[in-house]
C-alpha cells in the first residue's frame, strides 16, 4: 500500500509495562522520539488516538531468571475505511492495516532498550519515507 495525502497521524503506543521498564524501555522516552521523528518528517501528531490513520507501537517484555531481557515490538500504519460487507445493510468501519515491521531483541537491559528503541525509530523513518513519496 502506498498511503497518499497523509499530513497528520495518531500515535498510539502500548505495552510499556514494569516489565519493559526493567529492560530499558521508558513511555517517557520512548513517545516523544517517536513522535519526534514523526514531526521532523512533517506531519502533524496527534498522540494517543486512533481516530483515522494511526501509528501504532506495541512493545512486549518478559524478563529472565537471570536478568536478561527479551522484547518482542511491532509498528503498525493502520487507517480506517467504510466498506460494505454482504451481511450487512449499511457498510461498517474497518481497520486497515497499511505498513507493518516487527522484530526481536535480547540481552542485558541497558542493551535492550537501546535495541528496541533503535529499531523503533528505524521502522518510523521507513515508514515516514514510504508515505512521503507516495504524496510526492
Not at 10 to 29: F, H, N, S, T, Y
Not at 84 to 112: D, F, R, Y
Request: charged share 20%; hydrophobic share 40%; net charge neutral.
Amino acid at each position: 500500500a502506498r498511503p497518499k495525502g497523509l499530513a497528520r497521524l495518531g500515535l498510539v503506543i502500548e505495552g510499556i509495562d514494569a516489565d519493559a521498564a526493567k529492560c530499558g524501555l521508558k513511555p517517557d522516552a520512548l513517545e516523544p522520539a517517536v513522535s519526534k521523528h514523526l514531526t521532523d518528517a512533517g506531519f502533524r501528531v496527534l498522540r494517543n488516538t486512533d481516530d483515522g490513520t494511526y501509528l501504532y507501537v506495541n512493545v512486549n517484555t518478559v524478563t529472565a531468571s537471570a536478568g536478561l531481557c527479551v522484547t518482542r515490538y511491532d509498528v503498525t500504519l493502520y487507517s480506517h475505511v467504510a466498506a460494505p460487507l454482504a451481511h450487512t445493510s449499511a457498510p461498517v468501519e474497518l481497520q486497515v492495516e497499511l505498513l507493518h515491521k516487527g522484530g526481536l531483541a535480547g540481552g542485558a537491559p541497558a542493551q535492550n532498550g537501546e535495541t528496541v528503541t533503535k529499531n523503533v525509530l528505524e521502522y518510523v523513518d521507513q515508514f515516514a519515507a514510504r508515505v512521503k513519496s507516495a504524496n510526492k
